[in-house]
C-alpha cells in the first residue's frame, strides 16, 4: 500500500498512511454498509453493530470498557470536549495547569479561557523537555478544576511521568486529562491503572482515517457535550463517521497485536538513525535525547544551519520529515516546545523532526543518512565524518 515510488516518508507524527488492512473495511462501509447506525431498520442495526464492535477494539487497546469510549472527529475535539467538558464539570473552581509545551490545539483554546476568566498556570520544562513533578504538586490547588497534560510531546517525543502527575491531581481532588494522541499505538496504554479520567487519541497519528478521534471518559464522569445530540451516550451529537470509527477499530487491533515488539523494533531503528547522525555530523544534538521518549521520534539539531534548507534539499531527494507540529507549520515563529527548552531561536530553526512508523525500514534510514551528508557537506565548514573511509 506504499507509494510505489522512491519516497521515503519520515513525517509520521503528523500523519500516518492508512493501514492496508483498514482499506477494504471502510470502502465497505462507504459502498455497501452505508446505514445510519441511530436508524431502526436492518441496515441502520447493521451499521450500529459494526460501530460497536470498533468502539470495542479501541476499549481493548486501551484497556478500558466500551461504554468509555466517545468518538469524536480527532485529536482537536478530543482535547477540546476534555478541557472545556471538566470545567463545565467542576462548578466553583476555574483554575487549569498543562505544561508549556502542550499541542496548539490545548494552548489555543486555553489562551481563549483566560480571555473569559479562567486561570491557567503553564508549567515549565527542562532543557531536555522534561517535567518537574514538585512544581506540578506545587502548581495543583483546591481551585484546580484539571490538570492537563501531553503523554509524549509531538516535536521531541520526551514522555512525561503521566501516572505519577495522575497521581498527583487526584490526589489534590482535580481532574486529570492527557493528549495521548502521539502515544497512542506506540506504547502501551492502560487505563486500568493510570488513574486518568480523561484522555485523547487520533486515528490518523496510527494508520487510521483521518477525521477520527476518541475521548475516553471515565465512568461516573458526567460530561457536558459541546455538540448536543443523543449519539455517543448524549455525549457527542451528530451523525457517527462510521467508516472512519471502522477503519479506526482494525487499526487498534493491528496497534495492539505485539505492540512492546513493534516499538522496540521502530525504537531500534531510531536509536541506529541518531548514532549515525552523531557520528557523522559532529555539529549535531538530538534534543530530549537523554529522556524517555516514544519509540519512533527524533528530533536533531544541525548546528544553527537553516532546517528549512536542509527540508527542501530532502523532498527534493525523496525524503519527507518536518521542522516541528504540521499544525504550526508555515509560521513564522519558532517552535514554542523548543523555546520552552531554552533553545535560542536559531537553534529552534535549526531543528528537523524524524518520525518513524512500523513500516520505516533499515535501507531506508541507510539512505536519509547518506542524503543528509550530501546536503549538509555543502551547507557547513564543519567537516561531515565520511564512515565509509
Not at 531561536?345 to 528537523?352: K, L, P, S, Y
Request: hydrophobic share 45%; glycine share 8%.
Amino acid at each position: 500500500m506504499r507509494e510505489m515510488d522512491n519516497t521515503i516518508y519520515l513525517d509520521n507524527n503528523a500523519t500516518t498512511m492508512l493501514a492496508p488492512e483498514c482499506v477494504e473495511p471502510v470502502f465497505d462501509c462507504l459502498c455497501r454498509h452505508y446505514g445510519n447506525p441511530s436508524s431502526k431498520h436492518g441496515a441502520g442495526a447493521a451499521a450500529k453493530g459494526r460501530l460497536e464492535q470498533a468502539r470495542a477494539s479501541v476499549a481493548r487497546m486501551l484497556n478500558a470498557a466500551p461504554a468509555e469510549i466517545v468518538f469524536t472527529s480527532g485529536g482537536t475535539e478530543s482535547n477540546h470536549l476534555a478541557i472545556a467538558g471538566a470545567l463545565a464539570a467542576s462548578p466553583g473552581k476555574s483554575h487549569i495547569v498543562v505544561s508549556a509545551i502542550e499541542h496548539p490545539s490545548t494552548l489555543r483554546l486555553l489562551s481563549h479561557l483566560e480571555a473569559e476568566g479562567v486561570r491557567v498556570t503553564r508549567l515549565p520544562v527542562g532543557k531536555e523537555g522534561e517535567l518537574d513533578l514538585a512544581a506540578l504538586e506545587s502548581a495543583v490547588t483546591p481551585d484546580t478544576a484539571l490538570v492537563s497534560l501531553m503523554w509524549a510531546n509531538n516535536e521531541t517525543g520526551v514522555l512525561f511521568p503521566i501516572t505519577e502527575a495522575a497521581r498527583i491531581a487526584k490526589s489534590k481532588g482535580a481532574l486529570f486529562h492527557s493528549d495521548a494522541v502521539q502515544a497512542a499505538g506506540k506504547a502501551v496504554i492502560d487505563l486500568a491503572r493510570l488513574p486518568a479520567d480523561l484522555l485523547s487519541i487520533s486515528g490518523h497519528k496510527f494508520h487510521a482515517p483521518k477525521g477520527v478521534g476518541v475521548l475516553f471518559v471515565r465512568k461516573g464522569l458526567k460530561l457536558p457535550p459541546m455538540l448536543f445530540g443523543h449519539q455517543e451516550r448524549n455525549r457527542r451529537g451528530g451523525t457517527e463517521n462510521v467508516p472512519g470509527i471502522i477503519g479506526m477499530g482494525v487499526a487498534c487491533e493491528l496497534a495492539a497485536s505485539e505492540l512492546d515488539a513493534k516499538a522496540a523494533a521502530m525504537a531500534a531503528l531510531r536509536d541506529r538513525f541518531e548514532s549515525a547522525v552523531l557520528a557523522r555530523f559532529p555539529f549535531a544534538v538530538i534534543n530530549g535525547g537523554t529522556m524517555p521518549r516514544v519509540a519512533n521520534t527524533s528530533s536533531v539539531r544541525f548546528g544553527e544551519l537553516e532546517a528549512e534548507a536542509i527540508i527542501d534539499k530532502l523532498d527534493r531527494a525523496g525524503i519527507h520529515v518536518s521542522s516541528g507540529a504540521a499544525c504550526t507549520a508555515g509560521g513564522s515563529a519558532p517552535s514554542h516546545v523548543l523555546a520552552a527548552m531554552g533553545l535560542s531561536e536559531a537553534q529552534a530553526r535549526a531543528t528537523i523532526r524524524f518520525s518513524l512508523s512500523r513500516h520505516t525500514t533499515e535501507s531506508e534510514i541507510e539512505r536519509v543518512i547518506d542524503v543528509l551528508a550530501s546536503v549538509l557537506k555543502h551547507m557547513t565548514a564543519t567537516p561531515v565524518i565520511d564512515m565509509a573511509a
